[in-house]
């Protein structure tokens, strides 16, 4: 192994990931309809190359593992050495739910758009380690499957029960929950904050709820106590009860299925 190279790999890789936390700004600003796939081409152009000094450093160790749990734990340890210098807990709070969507929508991403062999397990470490550390509940998905269901990010839990019921992707239900979280939810800070909360942890309880047996019987539940009442009140123009419900939705399942 050539000492040099690999010491080079080691430092861009180490500085690097902390580089794609740190310095991807507000995630809420590429995370548009119109403007995800371009701000996630982006990111990934500046950072491939500390995503292949990763990999290039986990082709040459003899303990690659080892190296993916340095790599993770370094990555965990600066954030919350970033978060502590922060003095106040409200803000602490809004920049960690920052990290949490940056490590969701682009950094996890961006490593597995790769597809090198480091990238399953140093994600899946991450993930790990950073739930544990800041009691979070971060998920993680490839660039395609956001893509895929980035249209209707506040509505994963919504398609599945529609889904359920045999309803299509363009369904009278599906059409008014997109149309009230772009021209509602995201026109305020605190319905970009409920957007960000729900994307972090609404694929999660969809993949749950499906490995269930009942899964059928749950959405079923899932759309009498809270879905179809919060459709008939965005048709009466109670956009902020449709909202409170919503909200209740997602921490009981959240309690339910991710505790």
């Known amino acids: 192994m050539d000492v040099v190279v690999y010491g080079q790999y080691y430092n861009q890789a180490m500085q690097g990931i902390e580089d794609m936390l740190f310095q991807a700004g507000s995630p809420m600003i590429s995370f548009k309809k119109d403007k995800y796939p371009e701000g996630f081409q982006a990111y990934l152009r500046k950072y491939i190359e500390v995503i292949d000094a990763i990999e290039k450093v986990y082709e040459m160790e003899e303990k690659p593992q080892e190296w993916l749990e340095k790599l993770a734990e370094h990555l965990v340890n600066a954030a919350g050495e970033e978060l502590d210098r922060i003095p106040k807990k409200g803000k602490r709070s809004e920049k960690l739910i920052d990290f949490n969507m940056t490590l969701a929508v682009f950094l996890f991403p961006a490593i597995l758009e790769q597809k090198g062999q480091s990238a399953e397990p140093l994600t899946d470490l991450?993930?790990?380690k950073w739930n544990e550390a800041f009691k979070t509940s971060v998920g993680k998905a490839s660039y395609e499957k956001i893509e895929s269901g980035f249209h209707r990010k506040l509505c994963y839990i919504t398609t599945a029960v529609c889904e359920s019921q045999g309803k299509?992707?363009?369904c009278?239900?599906?059409?008014?929950?997109?149309?009230?979280?772009?021209?509602?939810?995201?026109?305020?800070e605190e319905g970009e904050a409920l957007v960000r909360e729900y994307y972090n942890i609404a694929p999660t309880i969809v993949n749950r709820i499906g490995r269930l047996t009942d899964s059928q019987a749950i959405y079923e539940e899932i759309w009498r106590a809270y879905l179809s009442p919060c459709v008939q009140m965005i048709e009466?123009?109670?956009?902020e009860g449709c909202k409170g419900l919503y909200m209740d939705m997602v921490y009981d399942l959240k309690g339910r299925y991710m505790a």
Do not use: A, M, N, W
């Open 126 to 128: 991450i993930v790990e």
């Open 168 to 170: 299509p992707d363009d």
């Open 172 to 188: 009278y239900e599906l059409q008014l929950l997109r149309d009230y979280r772009d021209h509602y939810l995201l026109s305020t």
């Open 236 to 239: 009466k123009g109670d956009e």
